[in-house]
């Protein structure tokens, strides 16, 4: 399993970006991805995470209302629109793979459960 981040860049505060991660080798739909960012300084942070089975999601509380996971099974991809951007969003932003998930089972934002990860993408946000 692969994975690649792309989307990132500098936008204005308030302003919009939608990172989008592809996996490839995904044999499975039993899967949960996660989005985990990670500003200078700062711990690895859990946003978002997806279920691909049954699209069920987490999120963040700094970012709840404000951001968006999704994922299309059809391209392996899943998607994080973030809307209303803050400075304080200002991070490399990485995405991650669980495999085995069981039926119904929820994902995590906890970065230990996700065993494939990544290269960054950064997201700078300007005040």
């Known amino acids: 399993v692969q994975l690649q981040a792309s989307g990132g860049g500098l936008v204005q505060s308030g302003g919009s970006l939608r990172l989008s991660c592809a996996v490839s080798?995904?044999?499975?739909?039993?899967?949960?991805v996660g989005w985990f960012r990670q500003a200078p300084g700062k711990e690895r942070e859990g946003v978002s995470c997806?279920?691909?089975?049954?699209?069920?999601?987490h999120y963040a509380d700094s970012v709840k209302n404000r951001f968006t996971i999704s994922r299309d099974n059809a391209k392996d991809t899943a998607y994080l629109q973030m809307n209303s951007l803050k400075p304080e969003d200002t991070a490399v932003y990485f995405c991650?793979?669980?495999?085995?998930?069981?039926?119904?089972?929820?994902?995590?934002?906890?970065?230990?459960?996700?065993?494939?990860w990544g290269p960054g993408t950064l997201v700078t946000v300007s005040s």
């Open positions: 080798r995904l044999t499975s739909d039993y899967v949960a």
């Open positions: 991650a793979l669980e495999p085995g998930k069981q039926p119904y089972d929820s994902c995590s934002n906890w970065a230990g459960a996700y065993p494939y």
């Open positions: 997806i279920s691909f089975r049954d699209g069920s999601t």
